[in-house]
């Protein structure tokens, strides 16, 4: 039981003192009432997804379903440095986009289903502001 | 060579060497996992079930060592890194459970794993690991200890908004202070090294995005390939070295 007061207090000290420097740093900078900063510049993102919304249209779903793995591949490689910024809103778009792949990625894919996720897709993407440094 | 009565420890002493190859295979587990899933186009669900099979072989292979050989070893450790990853991928992801919900499990989990391993075995000891009974205790609380990192660590970095490097610096510190504590004020030596192995997950991962994450969010933009090679050839140098050297095996308490 000593053993595990200890071990308790040896993860609870540097944790505590890792919030304390991050809460003075924040009072430091007046960004703690900033509670929902924005994902910053998606329009590589909504290029993409702009594309694949012009193949569907054409009736080519083939080629919408290549283009849209770019997208995926994008996405994917900035989880990391997008989603600590702001997790709901990244969650929102990340939901979006499984919609629209797996609308594509059906054996036969349904052109309605395929558009109304992709707009989806685009109106999440294009809710974020632009980023104002 | 140890005689056949002489009972044999089959994993390895915890060294330096030991904290350097685990730290560096979390930090493959989480950019293999990635890459397998979306780089080969695989998908989650089968990403999962081929490194699960996968791993059940390395871990058929691992058993019938019968003693440390550094190779079968660290294959498991970097199969589990990658499955322990993939099975809280899973859960969030496909099924929707939440972080905390995901940590919460795990814990109790890893600690019913403990409790009926040190109810059978009368000891935890990772220096005794002599029959296949205690190995798959060991296996399984592995497991368990990779999941749970990387839950937990991913619960801190979204829950708090923190970035990888913010995060590698608050699980560092814990370690830090868990080593202060084994090293100078009596932390026993069993009970800190599962607390530092749940931690080093949650490190190895922000360390291993420092290197691969694109220099816009403060990264260095090596790219998750080349991160993952690096890594990899750094792990089979290491393990090389220990079995030409025949460092590490330890043959009784």
Not at chain 1, 13 to 23: N, Y
Not at chain 2, 206 to 231: C, E, H, K, M, N
């Amino acid at each position: 039981m000593r053993q595990f007061l200890l071990a308790i207090v040896l993860i609870a000290m540097p944790v505590a003192a890792f919030s304390g420097f991050m809460i003075w740093q924040a009072k430091a900078s007046h960004t703690v009432d900033a509670p929902a900063a924005n994902l910053g510049d998606l329009s590589a993102f909504r290029i993409i997804v702009t594309d694949v919304q012009a193949l569907a249209a054409g009736g080519d779903l083939a080629a919408a379903k290549t283009r849209i793995r770019d997208f995926e591949l994008a996405w994917d490689d900035n989880e990391t440095g997008l989603k600590p910024i702001n997790p709901a809103e990244w969650h929102a778009i990340d939901d979006a986009a499984d919609a629209a792949l797996s609308a594509l990625r059906v054996s036969a894919p349904e052109p309605v289903r395929v558009n109304e996720t992709l707009s989806a897709l685009k109106t999440s993407l294009q809710n974020r502001a632009p980023v104002t440094p | 060579m140890p005689t056949s009565r002489t009972p044999i420890n089959r994993v390895p002493q915890v060294t330096v060497e030991f904290w350097l190859i685990k730290l560096m295979a979390v930090t493959m587990g989480e950019t293999a996992a990635d890459f397998l899933a979306v780089n080969l186009g695989l998908g989650l669900t089968a990403t999962s079930l081929l490194m699960a099979s996968i791993l059940a072989g390395a871990l058929v292979l691992q058993f019938a060592q019968k003693r440390y050989v550094p190779w079968a070893y660290w294959l498991a450790v970097v199969l589990i890194s990658i499955v322990g990853t993939l099975v809280t991928d899973n859960l969030v992801d496909n099924l929707g459970v939440s972080l905390l919900t995901t940590t919460i499990v795990f814990t109790v989990a890893l600690a019913a794993t403990f409790a009926v391993w040190f109810a059978y075995e009368k000891t935890l000891s990772i220096h005794a690991i002599f029959t296949a009974k205690r190995e798959a205790f060991y296996w399984l609380a592995i497991l368990f200890t990779f999941a749970l990192g990387t839950a937990a660590g991913d619960l801190v970095a979204e829950q708090f908004g923190l970035g990888y490097l913010a995060t590698g610096v608050l699980f560092g510190m814990i370690i830090a202070s868990l080593a202060i504590g084994y090293f100078f004020l009596g932390l026993d030596a069993i009970l800190g090294f599962w607390l530092v192995y749940i931690f080093t997950r949650p490190l190895g991962a922000s360390f291993g995005d420092l290197l691969s994450q694109p220099a816009q969010y403060g990264g260095l933009g090596l790219g998750t390939t080349i991160t993952s090679l690096v890594f990899l050839g750094t792990i089979i140098a290491i393990i090389a070295w220990l079995t030409v050297g025949r460092r590490g095996a330890v043959t009784a308490p």
